[in-house]
């Protein structure tokens, strides 16, 4: 590095001599420019949520215990959104009622405590009695031990019991080890254990030891807490941490194409809609519900949006069910004879009328997609329809700043690889207005739901799921825009990084830090 001073500059002199070593030194410690080299063994996690404690029975928590390779479940869900073994290497349903699991023998504790059945079922009905969702979720009239196997006995038949045992709410605890520091450092199955917990701020853990499934790959795991995706982004960028979830389109540039950085994608199962009222109104009428749907173009959505794809159906790509081969695509033709059919024409400012009252809706938003919000508006009053932006704290709070004709809906459709729990939350008929914000009301949808809680064979379900997609397509009773896809971002010397739909999946035995 060479610097030129001008005669009489002893002072700027020094002043750059003090900056050349600061920057020096800042080379040399990594910290300049391409941020601090990780330390071989050791991974900097960042999450941008983390829950009120580390009790897996405790609200949502398990979500982030399952997020840092800390805490395991009876049946897990892998990247292709498939049911696989966990804690129980295989189960039967023995009839509609009853379900035995065989517990994986030779699994230990993080403490070394042999995970027993008696262990498995006290962890369960632990769980039933801290959560109600738990309780909904199981319908569990008696768990009992039998030999090497829990049998679950349910107050009548649930085609759900899989997928709810897979939700992390019900991660396998030591009740026997020391249960008042359940909410800080449980005792778990995992990979990593958890050595000290700073609420709302950084997890550390390191290598379990009795792990049953292999070595994990890293020694030590500090975890940090970015709410804020830009803190996050720079904290990668820094050299603070190595691995992120979670990246947002104004922030993909920072690493995209980089050689220092690698990004994952895939399409999550959450799905972004706009939901037409129907409880009364000009939406009751389903052809105005679909000739709004081929009004709005959903690929341009997706490119305005950013970090998503084109929905146009209810379940995502990610999902293996529900697909039923036709999608609603923007087309404008369609689109105006379907208006003309429900009653609605344009007039010469070539805005929709009807009985020469002009379309006029209120979409109300609750949440903080402005961008996304504001193409939607755009694409709607380009199209023809007058629109009137409200927002609310949230979807329940739409009556007190008087109804909506169309409402911000973001689901996730598959949460625990079942769409049984969404479609019935929001579809069928006697779910209640805080959850079917539509009012849709559907016989034949409601007598498929009826079928589906009870279709204990896999294939039956997926039948009745493959119904209930093209009984939806049929009502349009929300227009499907777009499908985020869920983002993880690494150094390039992190390896053996898998990236899952679900998105409280993340650290696994197999990533390593060279």
């Known amino acids: ?134 309780k909904k979720a199981l319908h569990a009239k008696e768990i009992r031990v039998d030999g090497e196997n829990i049998v679950i006995e349910t107050e009548e038949p649930n085609a759900s019991l899989i997928s709810a045992l897979s939700d992390p709410l019900f991660i396998i605890v030591n009740t026997q080890a020391d249960m008042s520091k359940v909410a800080s450092t449980p ?50 960028q820094s050299g603070e941490i190595d691995l992120m979830q979670r990246m947002t389109e104004a922030n993909r540039s920072l690493f995209a194409d980089k050689p220092d950085y690698t990004i994952y994608e895939t399409t999550g199962v959450r799905v972004f809609m706009v939901t037409p009222y129907q409880g009364d109104g000009i939406f009751t009428d389903k052809n105005l519900r679909k000739a709004l749907a081929y009004m709005l173009d959903n690929d341009a959505l997706a490119k305005s949006y950013g970090n998503s794809v084109a929905a146009g159906e209810p379940f995502p790509p990610s999902v293996p069910y529900g697909h039923t081969g036709q999608k609603v695509t923007y087309d404008p033709a369609k689109s105006e004879a379907l208006f003309a059919a429900a009653g609605w024409k344009k007039n010469a400012q070539g805005m929709y009328e009807k009985d020469g009252k002009p379309l006029t809706l209120r979409f109300a938003t609750w949440g903080t997609k402005t961008t996304l919000y504001e193409a939607i508006e755009s694409q709607l009053r380009a199209g023809g329809i007058d629109v009137k932006m409200v927002h609310v704290q949230e979807p329940d709070k739409v009556d007190e700043v008087g109804g909506f004709d169309l409402l911000e809906e973001d689901w996730s459709v598959a949460t625990t690889n079942d769409p049984y729990p969404w479609l019935r939350g929001m579809l069928y008929s006697k779910s209640g ?38 009984q939806i397509m049929e009502d349009q009773p929300s227009i499907y825009l777009i499908v985020p896809t869920t983002t993880v971002v690494g150094k390039s010397n992190v390896k053996n ?18």
């Open 1 to 134: 590095m060479l610097l030129y001073f001008p005669r009489g500059g002893l002072f700027m002199k020094r002043i750059f001599t003090a900056i050349f070593l600061i920057c020096s030194l800042l080379a040399f410690t990594g910290c300049g420019g391409g941020g601090m080299k990780s330390k071989a063994g050791h991974l900097n996690l960042a999450l941008w949520w983390f829950g009120e404690t580390l009790d897996p029975a405790h609200a949502w928590d398990g979500w982030t215990l399952t997020r840092i390779g800390a805490g395991e479940t009876l049946v897990a869900v892998n990247e292709h959104m498939e049911f696989v073994p966990q804690l129980a290497d295989k189960w039967e349903h023995i009839n509609a009622t009853t379900w035995r699991f065989h517990i994986r023998p030779n699994v230990k504790f993080q403490d070394g405590t042999p995970m027993t059945p008696e262990l498995v079922k006290a962890s369960l009905e632990r769980t039933m009695q801290e959560n109600d969702r738990a």
């Open 187 to 236: 005792v778990l199955t995992g990979p990593y254990t958890i050595t000290e917990w700073k609420k709302g701020s950084e997890i550390q853990m390191k290598r379990n030891e009795h792990y049953w499934d292999g070595k994990p790959g890293l020694d030590t795991v500090t975890v940090k807490l970015f709410e804020d995706d830009t803190s996050r982004a720079m904290a990668l």
């Open 433 to 470: 207005k805080n959850t079917n914000h539509s009012r849709y009301a559907s016989p034949a949808f409601d007598a498929i739901i009826d079928e589906m809680a009870t279709a204990l064979d896999p294939a039956q379900k997926d039948a009745l799921v493959m119904k209930a997609a093209q």
């Open 497 to 514: 990084v898998k990236i899952f739909p679900l998105d409280y999946y993340l650290l696994t035995k197999d990533i390593t830090v060279e």
